[in-house]
C-alpha cells in the first residue's frame, strides 16, 4: 500500500512535476514583462522628480515657454505630465490588454469615471470661453492620472518611491534654509514675465514660496500623525522640528498657522486620553516633557536672534494681501448672473482684474473658478474633487484627513489650484507614497481549549492503570 501510494496520479505518467518545479514555473517571469515593469517604474519615479523639482519658475528660466506667452504647444504641458501619461501607457500595455486594464480601472473606482467626465466637461468650457486649456490639464488631470499609475504600480516599486519623495522634500527644506540664511536664490523668482526682486521668503525648487509651505506643511503632518513613517522617534522628532522650523524661511503664514493648530488639537486629544485613565509609557511621557521644554528654549533662543523677525512682520504688515482677498469677495459683484453662470469673456474678466489690483491672481480657488469657467462648472469640479478625496480617503490612513483640511485651507487663501500649477499634484503624491493604509495583520488562531482538557482523562488513567 505505502508503494502504491508513491507511484504517479493516473493522466499524468512519467510527465509529472514536482511542487518545487511547479513553483518555479509559477515564479518564471517574461522578459518583456519585467522590461515593462522597470519602465513603469521609472517613468513613475521621473513623473515624482518633474513634479518636486522642476517648478514654473525654473521652466522660465530654461527658456521655455510655459507660463509666459508664445512658445509651441508642448511647451505648454509640464514634463511631470507626459512622464505620468507614458507611465499610464506602459500599465495598459503591462497585461497585453489595454481595453481590459482600462474597464478594470473604471470598474474598480466609479469615482474615477465621475471625475473624468467632471473634467471632459470643464475642457470643453475652457475650449468654448476661448482660455488655454492646457491649464486645465496640468491642474487637474495630472493629479489624477498620479493616483492611477502610484496606485497601479508595483508594491516593492512602491515602498521605493517613498524614500523618493522623502529625499526630494527634504532637498527642498535644506535648499530653502541656504536661500534664506544666503540672501541669494538656487532659481530666480519670476511671476510670468515679470522678475521678483527684494522677496525674502524662499522658494527653493519649488518655484514659490506659498506653494514650498504648504506642500513642506503637509510633510510634517504626514509625519506627525503617523509615526510608521519614521519608527525611531528620535529621528522623527529631529525631523519635524527641521522641517517646522523651515516654515518660517519659506514664509507662508496659512500653512504655519494650520500646522500649529494640527499640533495643538493632536496635543489636546492627547491630553483628554491621559485624563480619560488610558495608559502610555512612563518613559515616553518623560520624553515628550523633556522635548517639550527643550522646544519652548530653542524657540526662545531662535526669537532672541532674530529668525522669526521677518515671519513675524508678515503677520503685522501683510503688504496688501489682506486687501486683495476683500477685492477678491467684491469681484463678483462687478458681473451679471449670465456671466457669474457661464463664467465671462476673457477680455472682460481681465480687465476687471486690473482695475481691482489682482493682476497677480485671484487668492481664492472658488472665486477665481467662477470668474474662469462660471458657477456651474466650478461646482461640477468642487462635487468631483470632493468625490476624488472621498475615495483617496477610503484606502489612505487616517492622517490624510489632516491634509485634506490643509488643502481646502491653501485653496480658500490663496491662488492655489485655479491657475496653471501642479500644486494639487504635489499634494496627491504626498497622500498617495507615505499615506496609505496599510493592511491589517491576520489573528494568530489561538489553540481550542478543548484539545487540551481531551487529553487529561487519558494522562490520567494511564496514571491509575499503572498504580
Request: aromatic share 10%; with cysteine.
Amino acid at each position: 500500500m505505502r508503494s502504491a501510494s508513491r507511484l504517479p496520479s493516473p493522466g499524468t505518467g512519467t510527465h509529472a512535476v514536482s511542487p518545487q518545479g511547479q513553483w518555479q514555473r509559477r515564479r518564471t517571469v517574461r522578459p518583456e514583462a519585467t522590461l515593462l515593469e522597470l519602465g513603469i517604474a521609472g517613468c513613475t519615479a521621473l513623473a515624482i522628480l518633474a513634479t518636486l523639482t522642476i517648478s514654473s519658475a525654473l521652466l522660465t528660466h530654461w527658456k521655455i515657454q510655459y507660463v509666459t506667452a508664445g512658445g509651441n504647444f508642448y511647451e505648454k504641458l509640464h514634463p511631470a505630465t507626459y512622464f505620468t501619461v507614458l507611465a499610464l501607457g506602459l500599465i495598459l500595455l503591462r497585461s497585453g490588454n489595454p481595453v481590459r486594464e482600462l474597464v478594470q480601472i473604471f470598474a474598480g473606482s466609479v469615482t474615477i469615471l465621475f471625475y473624468l467626465i467632471c473634467w471632459v466637461l470643464l475642457l470643453v468650457q475652457t475650449v468654448l470661453l476661448q482660455r488655454p486649456f492646457t491649464t486645465v490639464v496640468d491642474t487637474f488631470l495630472l493629479p489624477l492620472l498620479l493616483t492611477i499609475v502610484i496606485w497601479r504600480t508595483n508594491p516593492s516599486i512602491r515602498r521605493l518611491l517613498v524614500w523618493l519623495v522623502h529625499g526630494l522634500i527634504l532637498l527642498n527644506v535644506l535648499i530653502g534654509y541656504y536661500e534664506f540664511f544666503a540672501g541669494s536664490r538656487i532659481i530666480p523668482l519670476t511671476l510670468g514675465n515679470i522678475l521678483v526682486v527684494g522677496e525674502w521668503r524662499s522658494a527653493a525648487l519649488l518655484g514659490h514660496p506659498l506653494t514650498a509651505s504648504g506642500l513642506i506643511a503637509g510633510y510634517v503632518l504626514a509625519l506627525l500623525l503617523k509615526p510608521s513613517l519614521c519608527p525611531q522617534p528620535m529621528l522623527r522628532l529631529a525631523l519635524i522640528a527641521f522641517c517646522l522650523g523651515s516654515l518660517m524661511v519659506f514664509g507662508g503664514r496659512t500653512a504655519l498657522v494650520t500646522t500649529l493648530i494640527v499640533f495643538a488639537l493632536s496635543a489636546a486629544f492627547t491630553l483628554l486620553r491621559m485624563l480619560r485613565g488610558e495608559r502610555f509609557p512612563l518613559a515616553g511621557l518623560i520624553f515628550a516633557i523633556a522635548v517639550i521644554f527643550a522646544s519652548l528654549a530653542a524657540i526662545f533662543a531662535l526669537l532672541d536672534l532674530g529668525l522669526f523677525d521677518k515671519m513675524l512682520l508678515r503677520f503685522s504688515s501683510d503688504k496688501g494681501s489682506a486687501l486683495a482677498r476683500v477685492a477678491t469677495l467684491n469681484l463678483l459683484s462687478h458681473f451679471d448672473w449670465n456671466e457669474i453662470i457661464f463664467g465671462p469673456s476673457v477680455a472682460r474678466a481681465n480687465a476687471l482684474q486690473s482695475q481691482m489690483g489682482l493682476d497677480y491672481g485671484i487668492e481664492n480657488f472658488w472665486v477665481s473658478s467662477i470668474v474662469q469657467f462660471g458657477l456651474i462648472l466650478t461646482a461640477l469640479m468642487t462635487t468631483a474633487l470632493v468625490a476624488f478625496f472621498t475615495k483617496i480617503y477610503l484606502v489612505s490612513d487616517r492622517a490624510v484627513i489632516a491634509q485634506m483640511v490643509l488643502i481646502a485651507v491653501i485653496a480658500a487663501s490663496s491662488v492655489s489650484f485655479s491657475s496653471k500649477n501642479i500644486q494639487l499634484a504635489q499634494f496627491i503624491i504626498l497622500i498617495t507614497t507615505l499615506l496609505p493604509r496599510q493592511a491589517r495583520q491576520p489573528r494568530r488562531a489561538m489553540q481550542p481549549q478543548h484539545s487540551i482538557d481531551r487529553r487529561m482523562p487519558i494522562r490520567q488513567t494511564a496514571a491509575g492503570s499503572a498504580s
